[in-house]
């Protein structure tokens, strides 16, 4: 179960890295997060983004919101921390 700490430790991990990474390095990430959505879509359906938006204003998350927020966090530290690692780059 996540509780808002981890959050908070995810987003200032996150943070750190934005501020080191090239926009190349950033853009990269986008294009492979968008990829597992659209991945994610092809096989379970069009997913309804107007609950998550509507969650970007709320003040104090319940638990499953702080859950959601966790786990996104840690997706996206872990890709981008591969795109600067070079973990997604082909190996000659």
């Not at 309804?48 to 966090?73: C, H, R, S, W, Y």
Request: aromatic letters at 6%; charged letters at 25%.
């Amino acid at each position: 179960m996540s509780d808002l700490s981890t959050f908070q430790q995810y987003n200032k991990l996150a943070e750190q890295l934005i501020e080191k990474v090239s926009k190349d390095d950033l853009a990269e990430c986008a294009r492979l997060l968008a990829m597992n959505i659209a991945h994610y879509q092809s096989k379970y359906g069009e997913l309804p983004l107007e609950d998550t938006l509507a969650m970007l204003g709320v003040a104090k998350p319940n638990k499953e919101q702080v859950e959601l927020i966790t786990n996104a966090m840690e997706i996206f530290v872990g890709v981008l921390g591969s795109v600067v690692s070079g973990v997604d780059q082909a190996k000659h």
